[in-house]
Structure formats: structure tokens, C-alpha cells
């Protein structure tokens, strides 16, 4: 996994601390999915103001001599009021921005968790590096949202994870000098003991410190081997020693 900041921000996995956003990558992931879109939206209006929204466009029409004048309605009348209101019979429509996680991530100070980072296209990951080389207080803009200016708000930060290039995960090379923002940290998978130890913990009282009520250990504890052992063989199929080993055998075959 690895973590950059532009500026200091609190620390993730904080006790309590579950303020965060997830961005989930992959090979679709577009800049609309991580920033925010335009959406037509319609919104609902009182007879009063379809009238009110009609008559300024209809005045505007008139001035910019869009309206013949043997043609033109008199406003109040039966006929004005009747032509407002089927102006707009589903309400009047507007574009509304739909922030994504990266935009609400940096007004509200929050981190932004960015899973599978080596697999999202790199024109995407160009959104986030221009942000990464900003500190916290300075502006950048949103293009989605007719050159927005957003403020980076204190507590934000980009936590990346991703999976190590392998015969398994068929991932992109990310960018060095991208890469050079983040912290890396490498980590591996549990160790069989720890695996066992995490699956345990699900059945004790947290308060009591004490095996939770109805379960039974005599039965428990198998279940639990059976599950760790198949976890561990899971693992090291997706990491292919079982293909590491198999070549192995067929060249001292032959």
C-alpha cells in the first residue's frame, strides 16, 4: 500500500476514526467516476414560479425580437397564464454537478482510500498526481464542474493499495514520478498463527474479554484449522508457488 499527503493530516485506522472515502479501481474507472459529473436534473415547481420563470424568458424572447408582435400575449391573461404552465409540465430541468469521492475528499478533509490503484487507466491517475503536488490550503480546479475552484481542506490525504505485479495480477507500471509521492509499505499475507488468531477474535466478547455465549470451543477450533489451512493454500495459489512447483517437478521429470 502507500500513502501521500500534501500537507500534515490525521492519521488513518485511528481508533474510531471511520471518516473516509473509498475510490474502488479498475480497468474502467473513468475521471467522471473519481471527480463528479454533470446531471440533468428536473426540479419541481409551485404554479407561481413556472409563471414567474416564463414571463422573464418570455420578456427576454420579445426584446430579442424573437416574437412577432401580432403574435405577442398579453401577461395575466387566461391565455399567458395557460401558455406558463405548459411551459414547464414537468418542472423546469438543470444541470446539477454530482461531486465524486476525490471532490467531497478534498472539500471536507477527509482521506481517500484509492483500492487497486495499478489497475485504473493512467489519464485517471493524472487527476489525482496534479493534486498530490498541491498543499493543503491552495486551490484546484474541477473542470467537470465549469472550472470550480476547490480549496484542499486540512485532513485530506491519498492512501493508494495495490497488488505487486505477479503471473496472478496483471498490473500496470505506475509512473516514478508518481509512485515518488507515496510512502510505500509492502505488505504480505498473514502468517497462518495470525490468520488463526484474527478468526479467533470474531468469537470473544470485546467488553468481557470472554468467548461470546452459545459457542463451543471443543467444535470451533477445527473448523477454524480446516479454514486457516484452506486460506494459506488459496494464497499461495494466487502468489503461484503451486505453478513454481509444478515446473519444478516437470523438469526433474525430464
Known sequence: SEKSRPAASREIGKEGNENYYIFSGSKESSVYD????????????????????????????????????????KEGTIDFIQMALQAYPGGETKTKFSPGVLVRALKEGKPLIVDEIDQIPQEV?????????????????????GEEEIEIAPGFLVVATGNIKSDKYERQKLDPAFTSRFTTIEHQYLSKR??????????????????????NIEELYPKLIRLVVAMNETQDIFLGKYKTASLAAAKTEN
Open 194 to 215: 495470525d490468520a488463526f488468531d484474527v478468526l479467533l477474535a470474531n468469537f470473544f466478547d470485546a467488553k468481557d474479554k470472554k468467548m461470546k455465549t452459545g459457542v
Open 125 to 145: 491517475l493524472a487527476r489525482i498526481n496534479d493534486i498530490l503536488t498541491r498543499e493543503t490550503g491552495k486551490k484546484v480546479i474541477i473542470q467537470e464542474n
Open 34 to 73: 473519481l471527480v463528479g459529473k454533470l446531471k440533468i436534473t428536473t426540479v419541481e415547481q409551485t404554479a407561481e414560479e413556472k409563471i414567474e420563470n416564463f414571463t422573464k424568458e418570455y420578456r427576454k424572447m420579445v426584446a430579442d425580437g424573437l416574437i412577432h408582435p401580432d403574435h405577442q400575449v
